[in-house]
């Protein structure tokens, strides 16, 4: 196996660098994934995605594979603090998935767990020619002014070998080995809690009491931790709660030990089962965000820039929208057709979230944990579908995003925020506007706008990026059904709004009569948002 170039290498192949694989791919992106491990992850870890996550996969054409399986544990709802599984129950929380979306968007959750859709991914990413190589690591990183230079390890071989590639995507988990490479620091609290993992088969059977339950969070002299069901049926995991400090020495964790535990955590002291497996390393529960995410061509995604304690999948679903945020700007500056200063809006806008996200997920950690803060928490649906970017790849209006999370159900629609939802009639079918949005830009038109259809064409013969058009209209090429579109995106009747291809507006025109030369300023905008002219060429508003 010789020297290889490659576009992007993509190092990690769990979620997140799956997940690349798929966008880069469905934007005409070829890349190679390496993986050190041999294959995808063996256990269930995540046990849904949130609808917005969801989105995306439907945009990329492989919801209906999501949707096609279930987790053994989709109808287990409950979060129980007890003393024991026997014991008596504290607190129960309501389901994170309990909260109404309804109208925020066209996907639901979906009850899948992170070992199926893996699967789903590889299987994709193999479809679409994806170079992957599993039981294969990164053993050293070159940068280069035009590119990356990563010396390949060969897992069964031991063989090296180099590859050139002209971005390198890190999606390489929480204690990346090139973040550590690129010498970039975090911040946050860190640490929250260490756990060690102990798997067993029992029949509980009696003590679940017909209880569906999520997650028990379970406390008593003997033991602190959480305990799951792996399959829904016999299979377990205790994970057994150590101080932030701890060593990590796992000498005292014997099968006799693990066995009084398991016991004690159940509450029966004499429960038949048997241990299958005592984790080999500790894991923890932490909240941290890289000080940066890009060095030079090296871009770093998901658990590599981000931890999240372990609440709606959050940290998965992160990790999910930061490659399709990153997917079609590398997509546009590998064509040239972007100028290279467009990828430096991924930090610019992500790093923001993800911070207030660990934010947010860190006062609803300790509420699951029976120690309420009282600080404030939007609502599940705000962090699924509210967050807003402060700057990047778009053109603010006067005073920018007010907030860092807003109502979906009431939403601004202004540029940095993701374009709403909106059900719409298109050739006598019902679709939700959303559906509109993914490989192109588009622009949406207001019912007054007519003639202006060749501006999408102008732009496109111009930048070389792809511009759909849209009139939303009783007569147009799509009809709102339930909610007045200008309404719901604030604008005029003969207003525009420019949507970039991940589905968050880019810039919007409540007339365009205030704008001249509808053509050339939507081009001046296309040009301004791929920074291919400079910022201060362009007014806009």
Not at 146 to 153: A, E, N, Q
Not at 320 to 336: C, G, H, P, S
Not at 340 to 346: K, N
Not at 476 to 505: C, K, Q, S
């Amino acid at each position: 196996m010789g020297d290889t170039r490659v576009p992007v290498l993509i190092v990690g192949g769990g979620l997140t660098g799956l997940s690349a694989a798929v966008f880069l791919a469905w934007h005409g992106v070829p890349a190679m994934l390496v993986e050190r491990h041999p294959g995808t992850v063996g256990l269930p870890k995540v046990r849904a995605i949130n609808p917005r996550t969801v989105e995306l996969y439907r945009a990329a054409g492989i919801e209906d594979r999501i949707r096609a399986v279930s987790s053994p544990v989709a109808d287990h709802d409950l979060v129980v603090h007890a003393d024991s599984l026997a014991g008596t129950e504290h607190t129960r929380l309501p389901p994170a998935a309990g909260e109404d979306l309804d109208g925020c968007g066209p996907c639901g959750f979906a009850p899948i767990d992170q070992d199926q859709l893996e699967r789903i991914l590889h299987a994709r990413a193999q479809e679409v020619g994806t170079d992957l190589r599993f039981h294969t690591e990164l053993a050293e990183l070159r940068a280069h002014r035009d590119g990356v230079v990563g010396v390949l390890r060969d897992g069964a071989t031991g063989r090296e070998y180099r590859v050139f590639a002209e971005y390198m995507i890190a999606a390489d988990g929480a204690k990346s080995p090139i973040r550590e490479m690129l010498g970039i620091g975090q911040h946050g609290p860190g640490t929250l809690t260490r756990l060690v993992n102990v798997y067993f088969r029992a029949d509980l059977t009696e003590p679940m009491r017909g209880r569906k339950m999520r997650v028990l969070v379970v406390k008593n002299p003997a033991v602190s931790g959480s305990v799951v069901s792996m399959d829904g049926d016999r299979l377990w995991r205790l994970a057994i709660g150590m101080p932030p400090d701890w060593s990590g020495d796992l000498a005292a964790f014997t099968e006799e030990r693990c066995t009084d535990l398991v016991r004690a955590a159940v509450g029966v002291p004499d429960l038949p089962l048997e241990i299958e497996e005592i984790a080999n390393a500790p894991w923890e529960i932490s909240g941290r965000v890289a000080d940066r995410w890009q060095e030079g061509r090296v871009l770093l995604a998901g658990d590599s820039v981000h931890t999240m304690p372990p609440i709606a999948a959050f940290g998965a679903g992160a990790g999910v929208q930061d490659v399709y945020n990153l997917a079609w700007k590398l997509a546009l500056v590998w064509r040239r057709v972007a100028g290279p200063e467009l990828l430096d809006s991924y930090e610019s806008e992500r790093l923001p979230v993800a911070e207030e996200t660990v934010r947010q997920l860190l006062v609803r950690y300790a509420a699951v944990q029976g120690k309420p803060t009282g600080e404030h928490v939007d609502p599940l649906g705000v962090m699924i579908y509210g967050y807003t970017y402060p700057s990047g790849a778009f053109v603010s209006e006067p005073g920018g995003n007010p907030v860092k999370m807003e109502d979906p159900a009431n939403p601004s629609a202004r540029p940095g925020t993701r374009a709403p939802h909106l059900v719409v009639e298109r050739s006598g079918e019902e679709m939700s506007i959303v559906d509109l949005f993914g490989r192109s830009f588009v622009v949406l038109a207001g019912e007054a706008i007519k003639g202006h259809e060749r501006a999408a064409s102008y732009v496109a013969a111009r930048t070389g990026v792809e511009v759909d058009w849209y009139r939303v209209a009783d007569d147009g090429d799509i009809r709102a059904v339930d909610v007045r579109f200008t309404e719901r995106y604030g604008i005029g009747p003969d207003g525009i709004v420019l949507v970039r291809p991940d589905g968050f507006v880019a810039w919007r025109a409540v007339s365009v009569a205030a704008h001249g030369n509808v053509e050339q300023r939507l081009l001046d905008v296309v040009n301004l948002v791929l920074c291919t002219q400079a910022r201060t060429s362009v007014t806009v508003s």
